[in-house]
């Protein structure tokens, strides 16, 4: 059951990512990548973490896809036109995906994972606040959030228009 | 011989799928009644009263002329997009539908005089809930689900492509993103005070404060919060006088303009669903489900389903009051109000809960953990 859920989603994110590089129009892009998410976080779901798996539908493709969405309706982002030197920028890009691709594969190969099921491990929710809280990581998780209101005075800075 | 257990739960399941959906179509069409009619009565009309008693079956009329109206699709729409928008509107409502408890607990009755095939062994006496899927982490799916829910709207009012619709479908990008802060913050009290994110944990935390009486319910524990999560879980669903995305006497309809048919009968649908979920929500995060809030009256079985119902039609019958009687919300009014006031009174409440929570712990009688 779990592993006709993972291949089924696992396709479908695949599929939609492919969708995103490929669609001209961007916002369908923007709804390929949403797909794209929301079936990341069902895979997450199936590895028994439903708390991320809920994060990764709330803070991504939630929050961040919405506001990428706003800007592209905002600004009637056109069509992508053919513009000279694709074809050798396309290219390129599928070089660098196929390189990328080889050199996951070796290291797939090289570290050669176990084939045994993952041991049973606690990735409640309960359990990640825990970990998260703990001496351990506390400073960490305390610096990230001066980060993002750094970054969050920043762009309120940029945005403001002087009086 | 019983089957195995998967299959007892994918039976129990479709079971209690099918009977969600059914009695949520039901409600979603009587709903439309109630909502025409009171509102007539509180502008001295009189409503829809001439199909069936009382007018009844308004409902059904309308359902078949939907059916047979034609489908218009503009010219220049996106068409897939305008195909899909209706369908992501309804199936995110839907999502969220599964992970609420619908009324208590219960014991299935043994009911002997069935025969096997109807009513077999594995049934009798089996506890249950109405209440589809068990997430651990039930009150954060919702938020998730809300938060992809903006996306039938905001699809619908690109893919029409019209003034209109888009700018319907930008208002309500930008205002479902900033009422959802202030939803999601207001939850967290209430969670904190349940030490759990299962809403059922959430009810049955709320029984046993105070002795069980209705003030110990969040809506009074939790003041603040609960009057936050009230106007923004109106400014989610995009009711009056939040409902700018629609706004019909500066945007036609906003968003559905361009729609019609079953097409728009699916996003009215959708609409609906989502109202019906936010007030079930706040009957159970808040008002304490299905809990009498009275010590001695009995709210297992039966009589909790008869309170738990009772709480939502009042809080069902508030929003159609709301809409009767408030007149809509300027555009910078509305940000003001959800950035500048509510999300730093929920900010506001959060702290005094957290110091609550750990400076007296015993006053709140919060679950030892």
């Not at chain 2, 019909?248 to 361009?258: I, K, R």
Request: charged share 10%.
């Amino acid at each position: 059951m779990d592993a006709i859920l993972f291949y089924a989603f696992a396709a479908i994110a695949v599929g939609s990512a492919v969708v995103v590089v490929a669609q001209r129009n961007p916002v369908y892009s923007a709804f390929a990548l949403i797909v794209t998410l929301c079936s990341l976080s069902v895979v997450f779901a199936l590895l028994g973490s439903p708390f991320i798996a809920v994060l990764q539908v709330i803070v991504y493709a939630g929050a961040i896809m919405v506001l990428f969405l706003f800007v592209l309706m905002l600004l009637n982002v056109r069509r992508e036109e053919d513009a000279p030197g694709r074809g050798g920028r396309r290219l390129s890009g599928v070089a660098v995906a196929l390189v990328t691709l080889l050199v996951l594969q070796a290291g797939a190969v090289l570290v050669r994972p176990s084939r045994d099921p993952v041991p049973e491990f606690d990735a409640s929710t309960r359990k990640m606040a825990e970990i998260l809280f703990s001496p351990h990581f506390l400073y960490v998780f305390e610096a990230t959030s001066i980060l993002i209101l750094a970054a969050l005075v920043g762009a309120i800075a940029l945005a403001r228009k002087e009086p | 011989m019983s089957p195995s257990p998967l299959v007892q739960s994918l039976v129990l399941a479709s079971v209690k799928i099918a009977v969600v959906v059914g009695a949520l179509l039901g409600l979603f069409s009587l709903m439309t009644w109630i909502e025409r009619r009171s509102l007539a009565f509180m502008q001295f009309r009189l409503g829809p009263n001439r199909t069936g008693p009382l007018g009844l079956f308004q409902p059904i009329a309308d359902g078949i002329k939907l059916f047979f109206k034609e489908e218009v699709m503009p010219a220049a729409a996106h068409k897939w997009a305008f195909l899909a928008a209706p369908v992501v509107a309804l199936g995110t409502a839907l999502l969220a539908v599964a992970v609420l408890p619908y009324g208590p607990p219960f014991t299935l009755p043994r009911f002997d005089f069935l025969p096997g095939w109807l009513w077999p062994e594995w049934l009798k006496g089996r506890p249950g809930q109405i209440q589809i899927a068990h997430v651990d982490v039930g009150l954060l799916f919702i938020f998730a689900i809300a938060a992809l829910g903006v996306y039938g709207v905001v699809l619908a009012g690109w893919a029409a492509n019209n003034k209109y619709s888009l700018l319907g479908g930008l208002r309500s990008s930008a205002q479902m993103f900033s009422y959802e802060l202030a939803l999601g913050l207001s939850w967290v009290g209430v969670i904190m005070l349940a030490g759990s994110f299962e809403i059922a944990d959430i009810v049955n935390d709320q029984a046993q404060r105070l002795g069980g009486w209705f003030l110990g319910w969040n809506a009074f524990v939790q003041f603040p919060a609960f009057v936050v999560y009230f106007i923004a879980a109106t400014a989610e669903v995009a009711r009056i006088p939040f409902d700018l995305p629609e706004g019909e006497t500066e945007l036609v309809a906003g968003f559905h303009t361009e729609y019609s048919s079953m097409r728009f009968a699916l996003i009215q649908m959708a609409e609906y669903i989502n109202m019906i979920t936010v007030a079930v929500l706040c009957a159970n995060l808040f008002l304490g489900g299905w809990h009498s809030g009275i010590p001695g009256l009995p709210s297992e079985g039966l009589p909790g389903f008869v309170w738990w119902g009772a709480k939502v039609a009042a809080l069902l019958f508030v929003f159609i009051w709301l809409r009767g009687t408030l007149p809509r919300f300027r555009y910078d009014q509305l940000m003001h109000f959800g950035w500048k006031v509510l999300i730093p009174v929920a900010a506001v409440s959060i702290l005094l809960t957290a110091a609550g929570v750990v400076f007296f712990p015993r006053l709140f009688e919060v679950a030892s953990r």
